[in-house]
DNA sequence: AAACACCTTCAAGTGCACTCTAAGGCAAGG
DNA sequence: CCTTGCCTTAGAGTGCACTTGAAGGTGTTT
């Protein structure tokens, strides 16, 4: 039984990216699609799960160009996988930053709610500034 | 004693962001800056503050034009403070949902990572794809 | 026969947030 | 006097990742 075959829509609609983006994804070497007998486009299981996989990269932050260059090391061999294992890990790094700073901006703008709440309830004096307040949480070294 | 006054250049080294760029904020209506006799800006201890509450703002992902309308309701007294709060409220969801995602993003890549360390010191079997590999982390529900 | 989904190339448009240039002018310091 | 740093307006350029359009073609389905 041979495997399921996706044209450019449906598939579309299943990895959730539109025609557009996959016929510049593959432009850009990306993904490979196969094609039948009238030059038409398919994707099968296998770039399913390849797109998904690039969806997750893309999703921790990583450029188009770093992808190409990781889909070059790919299709060069398994003698590439250090240089691929250390693309991942800095990409990983890179996003463990992001996350550490996105948190502690969050930090400031829960204070800033808090301070908003107190200021309508008010558990915070009317002439507390919040930079005053902030003040409070400051780790200090 | 008055106010250590900070021209543009001085200031733009103080808070990161070019003269070019406080410009621009300043267009938008994100700063307002005082000016001496001679039309030149000067910033103040004040501004630094209102600055590094913007790039708080902003680090956790909210828009220039968000941060307008927040301006905007600020200038309009404690009577918008709800709304104020509103926004940074549904910023702050905003950027927790971000993290949750980046973080799933991140156990993939994770995985893969430690997949290619399998592959070099033969742990895992060379006939085993990542995908089958990922099965044994799936969270079932 | 018409509608539909697909194909091609090439180029232009979109959105966001800057970033910089041009061109001309003022004021303080060495 | 000359350099440095600032001022103005208006507009163009940048980078990224799409997104769309034009314009014409093929094959399958109703």
Redesign the pocket.
């Given at each position: 039984m041979a495997e399921k075959r996706y044209?450019?829509?449906?598939f579309a609609k299943l990895v959730g990216?539109?025609?557009?983006?996959l016929?510049?994804?593959e432009d850009q070497g990306l993904i490979l699609?196969q094609r039948d007998d009238?030059?038409?486009?398919f994707y099968t299981t296998h770039d399913i799960r390849w797109v998904g996989f690039i969806l997750h990269l893309?999703g921790t932050g990583m450029?188009?160009?770093d992808l190409k260059r990781y889909v070059r090391l790919r299709a060069a061999g398994d003698s590439t996988i250090p240089e691929r294992r250390a693309m991942l890990q800095q990409v990983k790094d890179d996003a463990e930053a992001d996350i550490a700073e996105l948190q502690m901006h969050l930090k400031v703008l829960s204070h800033k709610i808090d301070w908003y709440d107190g200021k309508v309830d008010q558990t915070i004096a009317d002439s507390e500034s919040f930079h005053d307040y902030l003040q409070k949480f400051q780790d200090r070294g």
């Amino acid at each position: 039984m041979a495997e399921k075959r996706y044209r450019i829509g449906e598939f579309a609609k299943l990895v959730g990216l539109s025609a557009y983006t996959l016929r510049y994804y593959e432009d850009q070497g990306l993904i490979l699609p196969q094609r039948d007998d009238n030059g038409v486009r398919f994707y099968t299981t296998h770039d399913i799960r390849w797109v998904g996989f690039i969806l997750h990269l893309k999703g921790t932050g990583m450029r188009l160009n770093d992808l190409k260059r990781y889909v070059r090391l790919r299709a060069a061999g398994d003698s590439t996988i250090p240089e691929r294992r250390a693309m991942l890990q800095q990409v990983k790094d890179d996003a463990e930053a992001d996350i550490a700073e996105l948190q502690m901006h969050l930090k400031v703008l829960s204070h800033k709610i808090d301070w908003y709440d107190g200021k309508v309830d008010q558990t915070i004096a009317d002439s507390e500034s919040f930079h005053d307040y902030l003040q409070k949480f400051q780790d200090r070294g």
